[in-house]
């Protein structure tokens, strides 16, 4: 089976849709080619206009196929699947032997992966941190013990050495329960929840992606504990029966499962604004927020999820060592508008 990413030749592969033919055109190629690719690489390559039907070139992976189209794929020159250090600006908050803890900014990817293959925060660590992130915790991820997703700013630690790697990996396995870690998040979320405080427990799996999750039943073959504890934090545009148009939360996390804020609290009715994958039914609420609030919520793109603190077991000293960063600016300017929002009268 050969490896797109260790190909020294651009090629290139020539298919005939058969009678049979039918579905999206990534699932048909994937198939098609009998597992040679991924389906992420296969769509990924569409996106990038590498494939064309009948000459024209596709860049849409969910277009139909048909019997006797005619197919191109062309296999880019292949990057290096081991990451390199690049010159990535960090804001470091402290660094020692064993570890260095950073204020990830939102677009920044964790590590490599399909589609992202540079620019990520292990290609910036490795730039900052030179050979001593080698090996450790695999090659594509050296020292990553936890993540973020693309889009969520906030604090994150990497080990710099076996022992480190291994301590605080241990720590985030048991999410606090024996120990002193502890991940809090800031969220603004669509209108308040029922009670100021409480706790999401509901299960959570695959939705029918690689990425995607949605809560499920107890007894899902892939449901998996997940818990959230919140607190309203400030009510924007509260009105006479207790209701409001947004709230900033604070999540602590029990658990820590892809997505777990996000869905949990779409889960209950309150989507992160700007959320693009569980919070898109309720984009059209911008539009009931007044000037400026509903211009600066309609240019904000991603979830509004920062990871604002962060504390843990130093894995040398034993020291407890908590670290916060601010809320970041695309987030207050958002804040500062609904703030400025008045509350209707009785």
């Known amino acids: 089976m050969n490896d797109p990413f260790k190909q020294t030749e651009t090629s290139r592969k020539e298919l005939i849709a058969g009678e049979d033919a039918e579905g999206r055109l990534d699932a048909w190629l994937t198939a098609e080619l009998s597992g040679e690719f991924s389906r992420n690489r296969i769509k990924a390559l569409i996106e990038q206009g590498a494939i064309t039907i009948n000459g024209v070139a596709v860049t849409e992976p969910k277009r139909k196929i048909k019997p006797g189209d005619r197919l191109s794929v062309v296999l880019p020159e292949p990057e290096d699947p081991e990451p390199k250090g690049e010159n990535i600006p960090l804001e470091v908050l402290y660094e020692d032997d064993d570890l260095i803890v950073i204020a990830k900014p939102a677009g920044l990817v964790v590590h490599p992966g399909a589609g992202n293959w540079t620019g990520t925060l292990v290609n910036a660590l490795i730039y900052h941190c030179g050979d001593?992130?080698?090996?450790?915790?695999?090659?594509?991820?050296?020292?990553?013990?936890?993540?973020?997703?693309?889009?969520?700013?906030?604090?994150?630690?990497?080990?710099?050495?076996?022992?480190?790697?291994?301590?605080?990996?241990?720590?985030?396995?048991?999410?606090?329960?024996?120990?002193?870690?502890?991940?809090?998040?800031?969220?603004?979320?669509?209108?308040?929840?029922?009670?100021?405080?409480?706790?999401?427990?509901?299960?959570?799996?695959?939705?029918g992606d690689r990425t995607k999750r949605a809560v499920k039943r107890d007894d899902s073959d892939d449901a998996r504990e997940a818990i959230t504890h919140y607190e309203v934090l400030e009510r924007y545009g509260e009105k006479p029966d207790?209701?409001?148009?947004?709230?900033?939360?604070?999540?602590?996390?029990?658990?820590?499962?892809?997505?777990?804020?996000?869905?949990?609290?779409?889960?209950?009715?309150?989507?992160?604004?700007?959320?693009?994958?569980?919070?898109?039914?309720?984009?059209?609420?911008?539009?009931?927020?007044?000037?400026?609030?509903?211009?600066?919520?309609?240019?904000?793109?991603?979830?509004?999820?920062?990871?604002?603190?962060?504390?843990?077991?130093?894995?040398?000293?034993?020291?407890?060592?908590?670290?916060?960063?601010?809320?970041?600016?695309?987030?207050?300017?958002?804040?500062?508008?609904?703030?400025?929002?008045?509350?209707?009268?009785?």
Request: hydrophobic share 40%; proline share 7%; aromatic share 4%.
């Open 132 to 207: 001593s992130l080698s090996g450790i915790g695999g090659v594509k991820r050296p020292g990553i013990v936890h993540r973020l997703d693309k889009e969520t700013s906030g604090v994150m630690v990497v080990a710099k050495n076996d022992a480190a790697h291994r301590h605080l990996a241990d720590q985030f396995a048991d999410h606090g329960r024996t120990g002193p870690l502890e991940r809090a998040y800031q969220a603004i979320v669509w209108g308040r929840p029922r009670t100021l405080h409480g706790t999401i427990d509901a299960p959570l799996g695959r939705a």
């Open 242 to 346: 207790a209701s409001c148009l947004a709230s900033l939360i604070e999540c602590r996390l029990e658990t820590g499962r892809t997505h777990q804020i996000r869905v949990h609290m779409a889960h209950i009715g309150h989507p992160l604004i700007g959320d693009p994958e569980y919070g898109a039914a309720f984009k059209t609420k911008a539009n009931l927020l007044p000037e400026p609030a509903k211009s600066i919520v309609n240019g904000f793109h991603r979830q509004a999820l920062h990871a604002y603190l962060l504390a843990f077991e130093h894995p040398t000293t034993g020291e407890t060592m908590a670290f916060e960063a601010p809320i970041p600016d695309d987030m207050q300017q958002i804040i500062d508008a609904l703030q400025t929002i008045e509350q209707p009268r009785s």
